[in-house]
């Protein structure tokens, strides 16, 4: 059964340093998403991306932040100058369409840690 | 006021009984679709089970259930003959029509469930 997959699994990093966090959505989806969840508490929405191009972020999605698809397999999400703050585990899901119907899959997520 | 309200943060259940675990929510688009994750400890979502709003029956999913009662703007997940592998975060969450804004999930706070022996 196709599945999003997420690497690295875990990063550990440096405050201020930069990250990208990296994503395979299953091969026919065409909507992307970045979610993220501070340990303990709710998932929280980040990004939508179609068609090369952000349709919706959150508050949250300030410019530290940005994503990308740099070819036809992955979807990436750059922090630009990690926080302490930004510790969490951060999804990436996908979807065939973007209606209320339809189903977001998610991958296994990547721990980040600032330290 | 919250979209998704989830009441209950731990539950717990013996083996092979069922339980229910509540979900409440809130929004004025006609159109949207509710769903459960699961989250095990190792963390990962896993999709469970989907209702959407004009649906008529309430869904259903191996042992995945969902009692769904518009009027009262409940989607409550019940999961029938638990297994100690059930034990996880249960998560609850929705994604409104157009006029909602759309593409994004909204999540609930979560219930971890326990099964025991």
């Known amino acids: 059964e196709p599945e999003v997959t997420q690497t690295p699994s875990h990063q550990v990093t440096q405050m201020g340093q930069e990250v990208i966090l990296r994503c395979v959505p299953i091969s026919n989806h065409l909507y992307f998403y970045w979610y993220r969840q501070i340990l303990g508490q709710k998932v929280e929405f980040l990004v939508s991306?179609?068609?090369?191009?952000?349709?919706?972020k959150s508050e949250i999605f300030d410019d530290q932040f940005s994503v990308e698809r740099p070819d036809g397999s992955n979807f990436t999400l750059k922090i630009r100058s990690t926080k302490l703050e930004d510790s969490a585990m951060y999804f990436c899901?996908?979807?065939?369409?973007?209606?209320?119907?339809?189903?977001?899959?998610f991958g296994p997520g990547t721990r980040l840690t600032v330290l | 006021a919250q979209k998704i309200t989830q009441t209950q943060p731990g539950m717990f259940v013996q083996e092979k009984e069922a339980v229910t675990l509540d979900c409440t929510y809130d929004t004025s688009d006609p159109s949207y679709g509710l769903f459960w994750y699961k989250q095990p400890s190792s963390g990962e979502m896993i999709f469970l089970i989907y209702?959407?709003?004009?649906?008529?029956q309430n869904a259903t999913e191996g042992r995945y259930s969902l009692n769904f009662q518009k009027a009262r703007k409940s989607a409550n997940l019940v999961i029938s003959a638990s297994q100690l592998g059930d034990s996880a975060m249960y998560f609850c969450a929705m994604r409104e029509g157009l006029t909602g804004g759309g593409n994004k999930l909204t999540f609930g706070t979560g219930t971890q469930l326990k099964v025991e022996l």
């Open positions: 209702q959407g709003s004009y649906d008529q």
């Open positions: 991306f179609y068609n090369n191009e952000i349709s919706e």
């Open positions: 899901a996908s979807s065939v369409g973007q209606g209320e119907t339809d189903t977001q899959y």
